[in-house]
């Protein structure tokens, strides 16, 4: 019989920990430890407790429950020594039935990684969606994370053994993220379509207005209508609009949504989290009969990675107003135009000035998207709430100093353009720690027609600086601007400096974040507040209404534009809860 949190909360010591017996591989002490922490307000809260529980206890504990966990298909699978839970798990991978090659291959793997690390090798083998890694997703992950450093092997070690544990307790509750399944399920059917040149390599791309992006287009089109949307349509520049009507007289409109757009061999999820997750919710709304005191509007924005045209934002940009006309004389990398695209795809650029909405018909922008950053994945978080959208600041910049014998040359009478280049790139790291919460990025740089032995006359790199406000961002670009000054000054090089884009902060309005909060605090999730460090479609709309975003954890690192970009449907899940929560609090307010 399935378990209840009320059970739990009231059950005593001993009776509970019990209940829990099994969760974390011959180690009760975690569970029984985050007992004493009771009442439990969700399972979300419950899994947290433990996670501070073991975090609390230091390095050595944390080993030792490391090493409590059998190797995969290894000794104690083969003497059938494993618990009832880790049969289960391996079985559900297929671990029980490799081939002598696979078999052979994996306990190289783990006797590699062991000598490596001291350690058994730990990865959640039920995978993101609950259902089971297969042997050569394991595998690869394993060789992957053979190459890891060993600090970081612990602690991925331990959100793995954590997500073991998020499953084990579904099973004991009775529980599975059944709306988190069908939106993950979603994703993998939407990235089938990828362009032409990527599909044979396994590659997602889907760049605007392609083939493959039409088709994702008219999958999320019929997506919306099997949902229950009262209106869905392709707008003139490839956006598809679904409204989810209120029957309530002179009802303004919530709006959210995201991109389907992907930069080349992306993930998955990056930007079609914030559609899938709201139209998730628009079917449980029109499941239940239930309408809301306000229209509720989900884009798919067509196009927000800037990777066919330099056309960034131009979905969400013609919502309030700022499609350039001179975007359509530029061409792709075949020559053609996006005029010509546009009039392929069907759409009538004459209709774009139409696009633009009234901020006054609108209440606000919300966003989910995935955090594409590691701090959730590291603090074992699900969601955070975004504070701002950072503003941030680029520039290509060139040294010119002298190109000279690297032997001949004494140290003290080099003007090294490389060298000018190694002491701002580190003084930049330096001054962006400072404040915490900025960060600053030399992303490329190149010393042209450099040899093995001659000291680089001439380099060229790029400089990202970013902050959750525009004063904060522009402090740092004045101290590092001046760093640069004094260093080029004192090595006698010379400097040219081309700002290559500006972009403004976007605060979240307090109102909206508030609302988040409140959603996450209803349904008992840790909150985390922080800010976003890349740019989203919410920065747009941000210029004519108010808006706020909810992050969604990144499995492996929380990387992103990345194939290995990842989420699990657990988090799907209160992504989506926590969007239903905010529509339906939102609902009780006077608006």
């Not at 209840?4 to 969760?23: F, H, K, V, Y």
């Not at 450093?149 to 084990?168: A, G, S, T, W």
């Not at 006309?325 to 209709?351: P, S, V």
């Not at 003084?427 to 032995?453: C, H, M, Y």
Request: net charge negative; hydrophobic share 40%.
């Amino acid at each position: 019989m399935a378990l209840t949190l009320q059970q739990l909360n009231n059950a005593s010591l001993q009776e509970a920990a019990q209940m829990l017996d099994g969760l974390y591989e011959h180690s009760p002490w975690i569970t029984e430890a985050a007992l004493a922490m009771r009442p439990f307000l969700s399972l979300a809260d419950l899994k947290f407790k433990m996670v501070q529980v073991l975090e609390a206890a230091g390095e050595a504990p944390q080993l030792a429950l490391i090493r409590a966990h059998p190797e995969l298909a290894g000794k104690a699978m083969l003497s059938q020594t494993l618990t009832a839970e880790s049969t289960v798990e391996q079985g559900k991978a297929g671990l029980n039935q490799c081939n002598a090659e696979e078999f052979s291959k994996i306990q190289r793997l783990n006797a590699e990684y062991n000598a490596k690390f001291g350690f058994p090798f730990i990865l959640a083998v039920r995978g993101p969606r609950g259902t089971g890694l297969n042997k050569q997703q394991i595998i690869e992950t394993f060789e992957r994370r053979l190459a890891g450093h060993p600090r970081f092997e612990l602690q991925e070690c331990l959100r793995n053994i954590h997500r073991i544990v998020e499953i084990r307790l579904d099973d004991k509750f009775g529980r599975a993220p059944a709306q988190g399944d069908m939106i993950w399920d979603w994703h993998e059917a939407l990235a089938v379509h990828t362009d032409p040149g990527y599909a044979e390599k396994g590659q997602l791309t889907v760049t605007y207005l392609t083939d493959a992006h039409r088709a994702c287009a008219a999958e999320i089109k019929d997506r919306m209508l099997a949902c229950g949307f009262d209106e869905v349509k392709l707008d003139a520049v490839g956006n598809v609009v679904g409204r989810y009507l209120s029957n309530r007289a002179g009802a303004k409109t919530l709006l959210t949504g995201s991109h389907y757009d992907t930069v080349r061999n992306g993930g998955k999820y990056d930007g079609r989290l914030g559609i899938f997750v709201p139209i998730a919710c628009v079917r449980e709304l029109s499941r239940q009969g239930k309408r809301l005191p306000f229209h509720f509007e989900v884009v798919a924005f067509a196009e927000e990675e800037g990777q066919r045209f330099n056309a960034t934002f131009l979905g969400s940009g013609a919502l309030i107003g700022q499609f350039d006309a001179r975007w359509l004389e530029q061409k792709d990398a075949d020559g053609i135009t996006l005029r010509e695209a546009m009039a392929h795809a069907g759409l009538n650029i004459d209709d774009i000035p139409k696009l633009q909405r009234k901020p006054d018909d609108y209440l606000g922008f919300v966003e989910v998207h995935i955090e594409q950053g590691p701090v959730l994945n590291e603090l074992n978080l699900p969601l955070g709430v975004v504070t701002s959208i950072n503003g941030s600041v680029r520039y290509a910049v060139q040294v010119a100093g002298t190109a000279c014998h690297a032997g001949t040359t004494p140290m003290n009478r080099r003007q090294d353009a490389a060298a000018t280049v190694a002491e701002v790139i580190l003084a930049a790291e330096k001054r962006a720690l400072q404040d915490g919460d900025s960060v600053a990025t030399v992303g490329q740089l190149t010393v042209p027609n450099g040899s093995t032995n001659v000291v680089p006359g001439r380099c060229h790199f790029t400089l990202d600086m970013r902050a959750p406000t525009d004063a904060q961002r522009d402090a740092m670009v004045t101290d590092i601007l001046a760093t640069l000054k004094e260093v080029s000054e004192r090595r006698q090089v010379s400097t040219a400096l081309t700002e290559t884009m500006r972009a403004a902060a976007a605060p979240s309005a307090p109102a909206w974040q508030a609302r988040w909060e409140k959603s996450l605090q209803t349904m008992g999730v840790p909150l985390h507040r922080m800010t976003s460090g890349a740019g989203h479609d919410a920065m747009k709309l941000h210029e004519v209404m108010p808006q706020a975003m909810l992050f969604v954890r990144g499995q492996n690192s929380g990387i992103s534009h990345n194939p290995l970009e990842s989420t699990s449907s657990h988090d799907i899940q209160l992504a989506y809860e926590a969007l239903l929560t905010l529509l339906l609090q939102l609902g009780q307010e006077s608006i």
